[in-house]
């Protein structure tokens, strides 16, 4: 897991966004008509900052779980801030082992690859769609190691699948702005899909309740979820 400390000590604010392609797509369309490069507009996402309190001088601690991205370190670079890089989607117990592990094997590798220092406590996850990657124990197991670096005020944002008729694209995320999300496509070879209805989802990963939701025209639910700690 890649960390990256960023030591500005300005708020964030709005920016003029990079430039990632020549032509843009309709905000409200998180389709699969999407290009290598893209930009998607987010207001839950935009909600996200609002709802986050921080203090004058206060250090931010993200979770990003894909690999650092250059939007993603430029757009907080806007703020006192540490970044903690995961790129789960490259774990190799992710990929090859999950199906076949149990939940408290997987704890174990969960804690392994976050492996924050002992004080850590996030202020913000983002989940990105990594959690439709995930069986019910490696939910469960993913729930749990990373529980203990949350707080009351810990937010995240993820995109949802809640059942198999949706299609889940490979595709990489990253941070442009407080309302963008920049689209790659992913090279690696796509994980095997794992829906989760919204039941299961709460039950398993138990530590957050969805805050705010919307269900996208692509059929995936964007979410905002809050610490439950």
């Keep these: 897991m890649s960390t990256a400390p960023l030591n500005s000590d300005t708020h964030f604010r709005a920016k003029a966004k990079r430039k990632v392609i020549p032509q843009r797509h309709d905000p409200r369309d998180l389709t699969s008509a999407i290009p290598d490069v893209g930009e998607l507009h987010s207001k839950i996402l935009e909600s996200l900052f609002e709802q986050l309190d921080v203090g004058v001088g206060t250090c931010l601690t ?12 430029d757009f907080f670079a806007q703020t006192r801030c540490r970044l903690h890089f995961a790129d789960l989607f490259s774990e190799r117990f992710v990929r090859h082992q999950q199906h076949n592990a149990a939940e408290g094997i997987l704890l174990k590798d969960f804690q392994r690859a976050l492996h924050f220092p002992p004080d850590t406590k996030i202020d913000i996850c983002l989940f990105w769609d990594f959690l439709n990657y995930l069986d019910e124990p490696a939910l469960g197991a993913f729930n749990a190691a990373l529980r203990p670096f949350m707080h009351k005020g810990t937010l995240a944002h993820g995109f949802g699948v809640l059942n198999a008729k949706t299609t889940l694209l490979n595709k990489q995320y990253g941070l442009a702005d407080r309302d963008t999300i920049v689209v790659r ?5 796509q994980l095997v899909p794992h829906p989760h209805s919204l039941a299961h989802l709460k039950r398993t990963l138990c530590g957050f309740d969805i805050n705010r939701s919307t269900l996208l025209s692509d059929g995936r639910l964007e979410m905002l979820l809050q610490s439950v700690n």
């Design 185 to 189: 496509s992913r090279h690696e070879e």
């Design 62 to 73: 993200v979770f990003d779980v894909g690999p650092a991205v250059p939007e993603t370190v």
